[in-house]
């Protein structure tokens, strides 16, 4: 049975996110967590730029895997509010040791107003030691990158 919901997480958490994209719609702790980081600016950017028509927004993203199986796919979302005109990057950086992710989907140009997830970014944890590691998810139009922390939080057991 263990082994059953082991494989299933996986395609629960991707059919969970497409659901949440096409409906529009966050949970409401994400929802209220968006609206907070509304009043704040992008702390964690690397670029800071005064022009930038854009937010990434931290929404407090946090995800528990196992020390001894890790997760083998999972993803933060990219929840960025504002207007763009050039299509926005977005990845993962500062991963746990062994950890992987082959980047995030592209973001074309347009505009976000809401609490509209518009992009995802894919992580495989790998097996590692228990602690909390801050990852960063980060979003870029090729002038400004901005990032907001993704805690990894590996435990004995989840």
Same mark, same amino acid.
């Given at each position: 049975?263990?082994?059953?919901?082991?494989?299933l997480?996986?395609?629960?958490?991707?059919?969970?996110?497409?659901?949440?994209?096409?409906?529009?719609?966050?949970?409401?702790?994400?929802?209220?967590?968006?609206?907070?980081?509304?009043?704040?600016?992008?702390?964690?950017? #690397?670029s800071?730029? !005064? $022009?930038?028509?854009?937010? %990434?927004?931290?929404?407090?993203? &946090?995800?528990?895997? @196992?020390?001894?199986?890790?997760?083998?796919?999972t993803?933060?979302?990219?929840?960025?509010?504002?207007?763009? #005109?050039?299509?926005? !990057? $977005?990845?993962l950086r500062? %991963?746990?040791?062994?950890s992987? &992710?082959?980047?995030? @989907?592209?973001?074309?140009?347009?505009?976000?107003?809401?609490?509209?997830?518009?992009?995802f970014?894919?992580?495989?944890?790998?097996? !590692?030691?228990v602690?909390?590691?801050t990852?960063?998810?980060?979003? &870029?139009?090729?002038?400004?990158?901005?990032?907001?922390?993704?805690?990894?939080?590996?435990?004995?057991?989840?």
């Amino acid at each position: 049975m263990r082994t059953t919901l082991r494989a299933l997480r996986p395609a629960l958490g991707v059919t969970i996110g497409l659901a949440l994209t096409v409906s529009g719609a966050l949970p409401a702790s994400a929802t209220t967590a968006a609206t907070d980081a509304a009043t704040k600016t992008a702390a964690s950017s #690397s670029s800071v730029a !005064t $022009t930038a028509t854009w937010e %990434l927004r931290d929404i407090g993203q &946090s995800i528990c895997v @196992t020390s001894q199986y890790g997760h083998p796919g999972t993803y933060f979302l990219v929840p960025v509010y504002g207007t763009w #005109s050039t299509t926005l !990057t $977005t990845g993962l950086r500062n %991963l746990p040791p062994g950890s992987t &992710s082959v980047g995030g @989907t592209p973001i074309l140009p347009g505009s976000e107003y809401d609490s509209t997830i518009r992009g995802f970014v894919q992580l495989t944890v790998a097996p !590692t030691p228990v602690g909390t590691y801050t990852a960063e998810v980060w979003a &870029s139009d090729g002038t400004v990158t901005q990032a907001v922390p993704a805690i990894i939080n590996v435990r004995e057991s989840c």
